[in-house]
């Protein structure tokens, strides 16, 4: 629990120095907060070593890493773009992971097949809406295609093998961490790509959700 009371505390402060306007504070507090639950994840798979572990340690470090790029897009505006585009693909990869994870460990490529393309079209449909919800997403355009899909799929997948297939604690964990992570990143893409979305209420929601998210999926290893 150690990781977890860690996890809380290096939150409450990165909440507070990103409120501040702390930047480098902000940035240490975050990656501090980020390796909380890695460290939890490594400490389960110790104690709870199986041949999946890894796919979800791999996962959870690319999280660590895109929270450090996203952190520095924050700390250093001048290198926004390399740094936003950087935390994109950090994430995307901790996605592809669980893709990975979710299909060793339950099969059904061909549901994941159709499953992707469903991803595809949704992320395609909410990001086509950026002028009804006043964003605009420029450059990031493409790549937030790519991370909407892999974003949207995990969740999508978890839900259709719980109702088609089995439910376990697995599969929940991973769903209801995974819609965390969606929720956080729906509030996310309102503060980067919107206006005057970067009110205190609008980082701790998203904030809140994105590490109760990353939480939650390395409590799979129990």
Not at 107 to 119: D, K, Q, Y
Not at 179 to 185: E, G, K, M, N, P
Request: hydrophobic letters at 55%.
């Amino acid at each position: 629990m150690i990781w977890i009371l860690w996890g809380m505390i290096m939150l409450v402060l990165f909440l507070r120095a990103r409120i501040n306007h702390q930047r480098v504070s902000a940035l240490f507090f975050k990656v501090a907060t980020s390796i909380g639950f890695f460290g939890w994840a490594c400490w389960l798979a110790f104690q709870h070593p199986s041949s999946m572990a890894i796919l979800i340690l791999v996962a959870l470090f690319c999280g660590v890493f895109g929270d450090m790029w996203l952190g520095m897009k924050w700390t250093y505006p001048k290198q926004d773009h390399p740094y936003t585009f950087a935390g994109f693909i950090s994430f995307a990869i901790e996605h592809f992971f669980l893709i990975c994870f979710l299909l060793r460990q339950y099969g059904h490529p061909m549901l994941l097949l159709v499953i992707l393309l469903v991803a595809m079209g949704l992320s395609y449909a909410i990001v086509g809406m950026e002028k009804t919800m006043h964003l605009r997403y420029g450059i990031f355009k493409g790549i937030s295609l790519i991370y909407g899909t892999v974003l949207f799929a995990v969740p999508l997948f978890s839900l259709t093998l719980m109702v088609g297939y089995q439910q376990d604690a697995t599969l929940t964990l991973l769903l209801g961490g995974t819609l965390c992570f969606v929720f956080s990143d729906l509030i996310l893409s309102r503060t980067y790509f919107g206006t005057n979305n970067d009110r205190p209420i609008d980082i701790i929601v998203n904030h809140v959700l994105y590490y109760l998210a990353q939480f939650l999926i390395a409590a799979i290893l129990l």
